[in-house]
């Protein structure tokens, strides 16, 4: 195809796909799918100023990033005045 379209061979189970989709409507919990979660990650390092890990090794990395998601939740519910 000139637009650079695949044409497709499974078409009954796209068309069971669709049509589960359109049931759902606004419940579908494949319509969270959409949500992004790219802005937490810019909010860690542009307004925590985390630009990198001070640990070595795998365990201590994940405990630093606990403590930094932890920090970061716990100043989130902190300015929402909860």
């Given amino acids: 195809d000139a637009a650079g379209r695949r044409r497709l061979t499974k078409m009954p ?5 669709a049509a589960r989709l359109k ?6 919990r494949y319509r969270l799918r959409k949500q992004v979660v790219e802005p937490v990650f810019g ?21 630093e990033w ?5 920090a ?6 902190a300015q929402s005045g909860r």
């Fill in 13 to 17: 189970l796209m068309s069971a796909m």
């Fill in 23 to 28: 049931r759902a409507g606004r419940r579908s």
């Fill in 43 to 63: 909010q860690i390092k542009q307004a925590r100023g985390f630009r990198q890990f001070l640990m070595r090794g795998l365990d201590q990395v994940r405990g």
């Fill in 66 to 70: 606990a403590m930094i998601c932890t």
């Fill in 72 to 77: 970061h939740n716990l100043l989130k519910l």
